[in-house]
């Protein structure tokens, strides 16, 4: 025989089980636990296998369950047992159920009543039960007898409070009839955990052998000794009917006999009993699903809005529909080209906070990269003086010169034009591979699509490659039309009237743009060569302006720390630290004077490489150049003065054209790269891609799609069915279902909480030796059925039951093990 009271329930949770189980989802209605907890022989194991309705549990005198034995009820159409230490094995004679608890008890706690608090999983599956988990725990005793410890009931104690302190826990007291309710240590369990009595219900057994002339009336009417939920009385098998094999429904025929019978108890019959006490769990049960109801419809609400657009796009896709299948073709290749502008020229969509990426990562190499890789094309001035001074020399031969040489000015410069060639490659050769990233990115969305994912990469990574090609032959023509002709006559050209002058940093300034104290860069950087001594290193707000580096406290721009003049500094590279995450440059004064303070150079560190790099770039903009390289060539010595005024004039000559010359580069390449790649790519991507998918004749196996897309479209079409009729079966169990108020709070202030005086053990020595707790519940897997989802805990109290307490463990200090002679 089943719990009847359960079967009212199951039609409607388990089409909802039914519903969210055959797609994967787990139903949130996870159902509370039930504990017993009881004394010794007080019934536990008899009340619980009335949830069951079979006979499954040992049963004997003194303490039979020895470990805890957590029982998930699971619905199902047969009925079986299986044991998580035996998987894969089913049990469908309960016997052998029975059987399998003694041995592993016997395993792990011997023969002679020792016990464990690791815990036996069983599963039962049945088609009378709800998913519910069920503990039975070992009684609580005084007294230890064979092989059990001297503190077995601090053991015990902590082993059931390690269950009933769970919010979702019921908590059934079991205390027998024939006992003195008031000391009752099942009842203290229950109030120090459950203080408002919010979840303990009072279970008197054994009524039937109380002796004659008494009565537990006043109990049960919840007049004595009051709890807020009441008393439910029930009457369990015997030992004898279980040895003569006495049936469940044959004991609960007897047990209705028995309060109808009664003269105490007979007015009261219909509020006592086994299928009474099953009514108000499952009353609790319903109140439980139903304050879980709002929050989990709003979930699956929340799950059907997100899926609606997808699983509309899949009812409309025929796999073997060819009007569908290109339909399909013309929508993701537009997509892939709107996906490509958009990362290309910038969008407020699904704007990456965290990266630059696309068009934001090719600008930082235009303008940060490029600039500052022509910038480390400059030689060392003793080396470039050298090489004027053999061009004058070679050019007027066995003649002595009594003018500068124009053809002096044009080799050199033409020597450093040519050096432009490496910079320039370098820079398409940064900006390919960065659009082929950006192209990769977008075309990962096809990845439902194998055949056209992997035809379309080739043909737009092919096109890249042919444009990244003429671009080459672009630049290089530029630079050989920069070659062809050295035109003096250029309004920023210093001429030769002008060359003997100088050129200074803030000339520099001008032609690079800089007005007056304009901030170029602000951001956070570490002074890193700062003495323990005097500080350590520090992070720092920096301020880059056209005229002075600047550093402050914090953002706040309020308190500064130092100014630090812009003139005459350079830069240079500094190693990495062996046990330094951070990248760092240093800053130095060319005329050998301390930068700051006491130092002759400040070494500051940022956090990444493109970080290290903008601030080089900015630096850059503001005329603070990286360090010459010294060459290995002794210096030049003049003895000449007529030759070291031409040298000099040269000098300038090339400066000032070279300068126009990396102005203009600056310019064009970034020009002719987005006209002749960025561009074409973008225009092919948009117009002719599609053209060229089509030429492959194969338009039709283009969109197979890969056997992850076709599950996937399945699954989504599945669960958006699924979560439909969830929320259909949620409706039904609103308005078939009510729930009962808890009952008012009363006077239970006569149970005391369990304190009691703890004996020590003085170890050798006179230190003190205190026991630890047991050890922790293990947590039960719950991959054996796949069809339900129940863990050992179920549901934590949910945030809409109110008027719950937290629970209130009252701590105490575990006893040391007494000496036992």
């Known amino acids: 025989m089943g719990n009847r009271g359960m079967e009212e329930l199951i039609p409607l949770v388990n089409r909802l089980q039914d519903a969210l189980g055959g797609v994967g989802q787990t139903c949130s209605l996870h159902l509370p636990q039930i504990a017993v907890v009881g004394g010794q022989s007080a019934g536990k194991s008899s009340v619980l296998e009335n949830f069951v309705g079979r006979d499954f549990l040992p049963r004997g005198s003194g303490i039979v369950t020895r470990r805890p034995l957590i029982l998930q009820l699971l619905t199902s159409?047969?009925?079986?047992?299986?044991?998580?230490?035996?998987?894969?094995?089913?049990?469908?004679?309960?016997?052998?159920?029975?059987?399998?608890?003694?041995?592993?008890?016997?395993?792990?706690?011997?023969?002679?009543?020792?016990?464990?608090?690791?815990?036996?999983?069983?599963?039962?599956?049945?088609?009378?039960?709800?998913?519910?988990?069920?503990?039975?725990?070992?009684?609580?005793?005084?007294?230890?007898?064979?092989?059990?410890?001297?503190?077995?009931?601090?053991?015990?104690?902590?082993?059931?409070?390690?269950?009933?302190?769970?919010?979702?826990?019921?908590?059934?007291?079991?205390?027998?009839?024939?006992?003195?309710?008031?000391?009752?240590?099942?009842?203290?369990?229950?109030?120090?955990?459950?203080?408002?009595?919010?979840?303990?219900?009072?279970?008197?057994?054994?009524?039937?052998?109380?002796?004659?002339?008494?009565?537990?009336?006043?109990?049960?009417?919840?007049?004595?000794?009051?709890?807020?939920?009441?008393?439910?009385?029930?009457?369990?098998r015997s030992q004898k009917d279980i040895d003569g094999k006495k049936d469940i429904k044959a004991a609960l025929l007897a047990e209705e006999q028995f309060f109808q019978s009664h003269p105490a108890y007979r007015h009261m019959a219909a509020r006592m009993g086994t299928p009474y006490l099953q009514k108000m769990l499952n009353q609790q049960l319903t109140n439980h699903i139903r304050d879980t109801l709002p929050a989990f419809r709003c979930h699956l609400q929340n799950q059907l809005l997100t899926l609606n657009k997808e699983a509309e796009e899949y009812r409309q896709y025929g796999p073997d529909d060819a009007g569908r299948r290109t339909k399909i073709l013309l929508k993701s290749i537009q997509h892939l080209a709107v996906d490509f502008e958009k990362l290309i020229e910038g969008s407020g969509d699904k704007v990456d906070t965290n990266n630059l990426s696309g068009g934001a990562r090719i600008n930082r190499i235009f303008h940060e990269c490029f600039p500052y890789e022509l910038i480390k094309l400059e030689l060392d001035e003793q080396k470039l003086r050298r090489e004027i001074t053999y061009a004058i020399r070679n050019i007027h031969g066995v003649r002595t010169g009594l003018f500068t040489p124009d053809l002096a000015f044009e080799a050199i410069v033409k020597k450093q034009i040519s050096r432009l060639n490496g910079p320039c490659m370098k820079l398409i050769d940064m900006v390919s591979q960065e659009l082929l990233t950006t192209v990769h990115q977008c075309i990962n969305k096809l990845n439902s699509f194998p055949k056209l994912r992997d035809e379309t990469e080739k043909i737009v990574t092919t096109e890249i490659r042919e444009q990244e090609s003429k671009c080459r032959d672009q630049v290089l023509l530029l630079i050989d039309v920069q070659l062809a002709y050295i035109n003096t006559k250029h309004e920023d050209f210093v001429g030769f009237t002008n060359a003997q002058q100088t050129h200074n940093q803030s000339t520099k300034k001008i032609a690079a743009g800089m007005v007056g104290n304009q901030i170029i860069r602000k951001g956070w950087l570490t002074i890193s060569n700062i003495s323990i001594m005097k500080g350590g290193a520090k992070e720092y707000w920096f301020i880059l302006t056209a005229e002075s580096l600047s550093w402050f406290k914090d953002d706040e721009e309020?308190?500064?720390?130092?100014?630090?003049?812009?003139?005459?500094?350079?830069?240079?590279?500094?190693?990495?630290?062996?046990?330094?995450?951070?990248?760092?440059?240093?800053?130095?004064?060319?005329?050998?004077?301390?930068?700051?303070?006491?130092?002759?150079?400040?070494?500051?560190?940022?956090?990444?490489?493109?970080?290290?790099?903008?601030?080089?770039?900015?630096?850059?903009?503001?005329?603070?150049?990286p360090e010459k390289v010294t060459g290995n060539g002794a210096p030049e010595n003049f003895t000449d003065p007529q030759l070291e005024r031409q040298v000099e004039t040269i000098r300038n000559l090339v400066d000032s054209y070279m300068s126009i010359i990396y102005k203009t580069i600056r310019d064009l390449m970034p020009k002719t790269i987005m006209h002749l790649i960025i561009n074409s790519v973008k225009e092919f991507i948009s117009s002719e891609l599609l053209a060229q998918l089509y030429a492959l004749g194969e338009c039709s196996a283009l969109m197979d799609e890969s056997p992850e897309q076709q599950q996937h479209r399945e699954e989504v079409l599945r669960k958006h069915a699924a979560l439909k009729e969830a929320l259909s079966v949620i409706g039904e169990i609103s308005t078939s279902t009510c729930s009962t108020p808890l009952p008012p709070p009363v006077d239970s202030s006569w149970i005391q909480p369990t304190s009691p005086s703890l004996p020590r053990k003085s170890a050798p020595g006179g230190r003190l030796v205190v026991r630890g707790h047991a050890p922790p519940v293990p947590q039960m897997t719950t991959h054996i059925a796949p069809t339900a989802s129940v863990t050992t805990d179920g549901l934590k109290q949910h945030r809409s039951q109110p008027h719950r307490a937290p629970p209130s463990v009252p701590k105490r200090v575990p006893p040391s093990i007494p000496n036992v002679k």
């Open 558 to 625: 309020k308190e500064k720390k130092y100014m630090l003049p812009l003139d005459n500094l350079k830069l240079r590279d500094t190693e990495k630290g062996f046990m330094s995450s951070k990248f760092a440059f240093a800053i130095f004064n060319t005329e050998l004077r301390n930068v700051y303070k006491d130092y002759k150079y400040l070494e500051l560190a940022c956090n990444s490489q493109e970080e290290l790099d903008s601030w080089k770039a900015s630096l850059l903009r503001a005329g603070v150049y």
């Open 77 to 236: 159409n047969t009925e079986y047992g299986e044991f998580l230490h035996c998987k894969g094995k089913k049990f469908t004679d309960f016997d052998d159920i029975c059987g399998e608890i003694e041995t592993e008890t016997q395993r792990l706690t011997g023969i002679n009543k020792g016990i464990s608090p690791i815990p036996i999983n069983l599963r039962i599956y049945s088609p009378h039960v709800l998913n519910l988990t069920l503990v039975d725990l070992p009684g609580i005793t005084k007294v230890p007898v064979g092989d059990q410890p001297a503190d077995i009931e601090y053991q015990i104690r902590d082993m059931i409070m390690q269950y009933i302190c769970k919010e979702n826990c019921l908590i059934l007291a079991v205390t027998p009839a024939n006992t003195d309710l008031a000391t009752s240590d099942a009842l203290k369990l229950a109030k120090d955990v459950d203080p408002q009595g919010q979840r303990t219900i009072g279970v008197i057994t054994k009524l039937d052998l109380m002796d004659k002339g008494t009565d537990a009336l006043e109990i049960l009417e919840n007049r004595l000794l009051p709890l807020r939920r009441g008393y439910i009385g029930v009457v369990n």
